[in-house]
């Protein structure tokens, strides 16, 4: 069974950079997109963008500016870079396995990220 | 971007009863582009249902999806206890960016 682990730095100063990576196990990146979620405090799920191994990606318009993804297939890693994070990019960050009509069907057990001076 | 509503915000219910749930969408979705997925507390969102109305693997029989263009429920047949949780919906709609309904709770009456 396809395993996700996720891992990156969890506290943050107002306009550093955010850096997550997930690594799949038991399994192969090149099949499937990869899509980041995140979940601020007590809210709901913000989709904030995928990739997959063919170079295509797709980010949120709303993050499009600060987003980064990147995917390899060689060592089975997927990675977000979100640049100038505020406060409001506190959240639960999950990376996800998504198949070709989107619907995300094994998950990261999530990383959280605090944004604070 | 195509937003979904989904009501009621909180659905209180005793064990056994039948939870409908709904997500209504701001403009059609393809039936194959809507997912439904259960959170529970302190974890990660699991995906309960795809295309609408197929179930995810390992997911219980109680639970089954329904409805096109821009209306759609989940339904659980008898609430157990570790279906008290939050749902989610979920659409992508091609060239617009994926989108995930408000959530509802479900909690015990």
């Known amino acids: 069974q396809v395993q996700i682990k996720q891992w990156g730095a969890g506290l943050l100063k107002p306009s550093e950079t955010l850096s997550l990576t997930c690594g799949v196990y038991r399994g192969s990146v090149s099949d499937h997109f990869w899509s980041w979620i995140r979940q601020s405090p007590g809210q709901g799920l913000e989709w904030i963008g995928e990739?997959?191994?063919?170079?295509?990606?797709d980010v949120n318009p709303s993050l499009k500016s600060r987003v980064t993804l990147k995917l390899s297939s060689s060592i089975r890693q997927v990675s977000l870079t979100l640049s100038s994070v505020t406060a409001a990019d506190t959240a639960v960050y999950y990376c996800a396995r998504t198949q070709f009509y989107r619907h995300m069907d094994i998950w990261g057990e999530g990383t959280t990220v605090t944004v604070s001076s | 971007e195509i937003v979904l509503t989904q009501s009621p915000g909180t659905l209180s219910l005793s064990l056994g009863e039948r939870a409908t749930l709904s997500c209504r969408a701001s403009q059609s979705v393809s039936s194959s582009y809507l997912a439904w997925y259960q959170q529970r507390p302190g974890q990660a969102p699991r995906l309960l249902i795809y295309g609408a109305s197929s179930r995810a693997t390992g997911v219980p029989d109680r639970f089954s999806g329904s409805g096109s263009g821009t209306d759609f429920t989940l339904t659980i047949s008898r609430l157990e206890p570790e279906d008290f949780s939050v749902y989610y919906c979920q659409q992508y709609g091609g060239s617009t960016p994926v989108t995930f309904g408000g959530g509802t709770k479900v909690e015990i009456k």
């Open positions: 990739i997959s191994h063919s170079g295509y990606t």
